[in-house]
C-alpha cells in the first residue's frame, strides 16, 4: 500500500497575521525612533543655554595668533571655556581657559595666544556651567 503526499487543498490554512496595519505600525515606530535618535545624537555634548562662536581669528607670525570669540550665557551662571589654537595637523600649539563670570549674560573678546610654532586655525570651545 502506497501513501500519497497530502495535495494542497487538504493541507489546514494557517491564519494570517499582521498585514498591512501591523506593518504601518511598525514603520511608524521606527521612524519615532530614527527621530529621537537624530536629536539626542545632534544634542550630545551642548551645554543648553550656552553658546560659544569663534567670530574670527587671524595668524599674526610664527608664535602668535589673535582671535575674536563671544559667549552667550545664563546671568546667573559662571562658565569656563577653552581657547585654543592649531597646526596643519589639528595638533594643539596654544590653550588658554577662560571664565565668565555670574552676572553677564556674555561676552566678546578679542585674545592673543602665544603658540609653540605657526598656527593655522584658532577656536573657542567646551563651555561648562562651573
Known amino acids: ?17 499582521g498585514g498591512r496595519l501591523g506593518y504601518a ?6 521612524a519615532v525612533m530614527a527621530v529621537g535618535w537624530a536629536v539626542i545624537v545632534a544634542n550630545v555634548g551642548q551645554t543648553p543655554g550656552i553658546a560659544a562662536q ?3 581669528w587671524s595668524v599674526v607670525d610664527d ?5 575674536r570669540y563671544q559667549v552667550a550665557k545664563p ?3 559662571e562658565v569656563r571655556c577653552v581657547v ?3 597646526d596643519t595637523d589639528f ?7 577662560i571664565t565668565v563670570p555670574r552676572g553677564t549674560s556674555g561676552i566678546t573678546r578679542n585674545d ?8 593655522t586655525g584658532a577656536r573657542i570651545k567646551d563651555c561648562r556651567k562651573i
Open 63 to 67: 608664535s602668535s595668533v589673535r582671535i
Open 1 to 17: 500500500m502506497a501513501l500519497s503526499a497530502p495535495s494542497a487543498s487538504s493541507a489546514p490554512e494557517r491564519p494570517r497575521r
Open 25 to 30: 505600525v511598525i514603520g511608524v515606530l521606527a
Open 54 to 56: 569663534t567670530v574670527a
Open 91 to 97: 595638533a594643539v600649539v596654544a590653550y588658554k581657559e
Open 84 to 86: 585654543d589654537a592649531f
Open 112 to 119: 592673543v595666544l602665544r603658540t609653540s610654532r605657526r598656527a
Open 75 to 77: 546671568k546667573d551662571a
